[in-house]
């Protein structure tokens, strides 16, 4: 019975019926509902897909890809071991990832191709970032946030939560790497009126001692007092040179404290009043409170339904911030501000390799 | 090339720490004692001797200089026996807090050092003054003035020789759209002028003249005090001993001396490049530097000078 093109059939019967007899294997009863490879022998109800695909760590999802990187181990293991035709049954059976092309084969679909190429790669960028010296890690960064559409708050990001020291060491690498200095770049490539702040930001070599001037502070709180109270649509606070010199040539301290003293004077948190500038909101907070600012962005990039860049901003702040006194502040708030540990909630959105490097290194500051 | 000259074999700090120490002794000051240490030893061997003088002595060597000079001589002796980034640091402190008259000072700290210099006097800032000086700088200044000298005090230009000739061509058309039109402070002029490197200034400054015939410093002789920023920040930047040549003969030739001017001058470049300075001051006076230093100042002040300058008598 065994001829014609089922003349591997035969094959591996005979080496599986002499696997049996020499106790080499033995074959035990699986129950169907049990049966995590049943997908890949018959055709399943919708549950039935569900569940099994479930089972072998690959999720099914209409939109966009659940969590961060991949769970290898769980692919290795099933994927690995099928054949053509078990792989071929997998494809026609998981309709959310492969399309029937009108050809006849069941093609990717693109999105999710592509999801998967970035999960994928996502533990070897964690990696390669890692491993960098901050200064080109931050240099880089300058330059992706430039050369990718002006991405302003990466650029703000990496300006203002680095100390005057590494601020300065990633110009530096700037100058090797791209031959050019960060400033004349983001001068020449932004056009927009946040344009002089930024170029501001990065060049600033801020004061780090203890000393304030606390009347000065006062009063430079006041500059902000009145800036917001008489903001009006012809000028952008942001353009405003008061606003600008302030907050780019003042030491974090003194910024805090006038944080502190706008606090006193309007009841209101600085960052908060500054809703209607982004640019501006975003400066505060990295400034004045960076962990917040960091523990923000990291509860609502660390879910299971968002974009790509956000995602990368969950390594990048882990992977930037892992070897900071910063990191365990930034671990502290996120907990107090919202009930979970980080780490748990890493365990709960990301998986495989990619996962446990992350969870690795934020233990670091334990 | 410097004109700092020192002895072929130099004393060790701890002697000429003796040798200083015996100058400020009794009555009055040994000043000649003075001026053939100091102004014989480089910036590293100076920072050696304070060193060795506060171990020694436990005294900071500045401070007894201090006590025991007078007027200009020892205003040069202190600002010539400092760091050169300390230096920096202490000259951009008194500019800032004097009228705008001063600014071009802030100009020619940010223009005519290198980019690694401008970064050490920063710090040096810090260290000394616990505030930054673009802190300082926007503090002190407003309007356009402020619009130049922050973004110049703050640049860190890259270094290197690289030069995009295209970049070049379109940024002079730009220079000289806004200069024609006298729109000295636009944005693009301050943006060109505050964050290109010191090579691509120098390519983008001849097309100028190639593209449009005149010399863009020709362009900018008559206005006012911002124009007169402007101009100082481009000698700065690529033709820096003619800058300097320029204020000495301001210093030198105006009724009675700008010592300050001078003081600075000589004891910021004597380990830089003065002695091309020099020579290009005999170029354009055709009297030598020394002659008209001479000529112009007394006494041990002028000793100081010559010293540095490499011509004692």
């Avoid at chain 2, 710090?123 to 110049?152: C, F, I, M, N, Q």
Wanted: net charge negative; glycine share 4%.
């Amino acid at each position: 019975m065994y001829n014609g093109k089922y003349r591997h059939i035969r094959r591996r019967h005979n080496t599986i019926k002499e696997l049996l007899f020499s106790g080499i294997i033995i074959v035990d009863y699986v129950k169907s509902k049990d049966n995590v490879s049943d997908s890949l022998t018959k055709g399943l109800s919708r549950e039935g897909v569900e569940r099994t695909s479930k089972g072998m760590g690959l999720r099914l999802r209409t939109s966009q890809h659940d969590g961060l990187g991949v769970d290898e181990k769980l692919f290795i293991s099933l994927l690995g071991k099928w054949d053509r035709n078990e792989r071929e049954s997998y494809r026609s059976h998981t309709t959310g990832i492969f399309v029937e092309d009108e050809r006849q084969f069941q093609r990717w679909n693109d999105h999710h191709l592509l999801q998967l190429r970035q999960d994928f790669l996502r533990l070897k960028d964690a990696v390669v970032v890692y491993t960098m010296h901050p200064w080109e890690r931050d240099a880089r960064l300058f330059n992706e946030a430039l050369l990718k559409g002006s991405q302003h708050h990466i650029l703000i990001e990496t300006a203002c939560t680095r100390s005057s020291q590494q601020l300065l060491g990633a110009r530096h690498a700037y100058h090797s790497l791209f031959e050019h200095s960060v400033e004349e770049e983001i001068a020449f490539r932004i056009k927009t009126p946040e344009r002089k702040l930024l170029v501001a930001l990065v060049s600033s070599h801020r004061y780090e001692g203890p000393r304030v001037d606390n009347n000065l502070a006062k009063a430079e709180a006041m500059v902000f007092v009145n800036a917001i109270k008489n903001a009006d649509k012809m000028k952008q606070l942001v353009e405003e040179e008061e606003i600008v010199r302030i907050l780019s040539t003042r030491s974090k301290l003194r910024l805090k404290a006038i944080y502190d003293h706008y606090k006193e004077i309007t009841g209101n948190f600085l960052d908060e009043d500054l809703d209607g500038d982004l640019t501006l909101k975003q400066v505060v907070q990295c400034l004045c409170a960076p962990q917040a600012y960091f523990s923000n962005i990291l509860i609502s990039s660390l879910r299971l339904d968002v974009e790509e860049s956000a995602k990368d901003s969950v390594t990048r702040i882990i992977v930037t911030k892992a070897d900071d006194e910063d990191m365990k502040l930034i671990k502290e708030e996120f907990q107090s501000k919202y009930g979970t540990p980080l780490a748990a909630k890493l365990k709960e959105v990301a998986n495989g390799s990619y996962r446990d490097f992350l969870l690795t290194i934020i233990s670091k500051s334990d | 090339m410097a004109s700092l000259t020192v002895p072929a074999h130099v004393p060790s700090a701890a002697e000429d720490c003796e040798q200083l120490r015996s100058a400020f002794k009794g009555w009055g000051t040994n000043e000649k004692l003075i001026i053939s240490i100091l102004a014989h030893r480089t910036a590293a061997q100076r920072k050696l001797i304070r060193q060795t003088y506060a171990e020694t002595f436990g005294e900071d060597l500045l401070k007894e200089l201090d006590r025991e000079l007078t007027h200009d001589f020892e205003k040069l002796v202190l600002v010539w026996t400092l760091d050169p980034s300390e230096r920096d640091a202490h000259l951009a402190k008194e500019a800032t807090k004097r009228w705008t008259k001063s600014n071009f000072v802030l100009v020619e700290i940010a223009c005519t050092r290198s980019p690694k210099e401008l970064v050490l006097a920063r710090e040096a800032y810090h260290a000394r003054y616990k505030k930054s000086l673009e802190e300082d700088v926007a503090y002190h200044t407003t309007g356009d003035h402020r619009k130049l000298l922050v973004p110049l005090v703050s640049s860190y230009r890259y270094g290197g020789e690289e030069v995009d000739l295209r970049l070049a061509k379109a940024e002079s058309k730009i220079l000289h759209e806004k200069i024609s039109d006298k729109a000295y402070s636009d944005d693009e002029v301050i943006r060109i002028l505050a964050t290109r490197s010191k090579a691509q200034l120098n390519a983008t400054l001849n097309h100028y003249k190639d593209d449009h015939g005149e010399d863009i410093l020709k362009q900018l002789e008559d206005g006012d005090e911002f124009v007169a920023l402007l101009r100082a920040t481009i000698k700065g930047l690529v033709y820096p001993e003619h800058y300097f040549v320029e204020v000495l003969r301001d210093a030198i030739n105006r009724r009675g001396t700008e010592e300050d001017h001078l003081t600075r001058v000589i004891a910021s470049r004597a380990e830089v490049d003065l002695k091309i300075i020099a020579d290009e001051y005999q170029k354009r006076d055709s009297i030598p530097l020394g002659r008209a230093i001479a000529k112009d100042t007394r006494g041990d002040y002028e000793s100081m000078l010559l010293a540095l300058l490499g011509q004692e008598d």
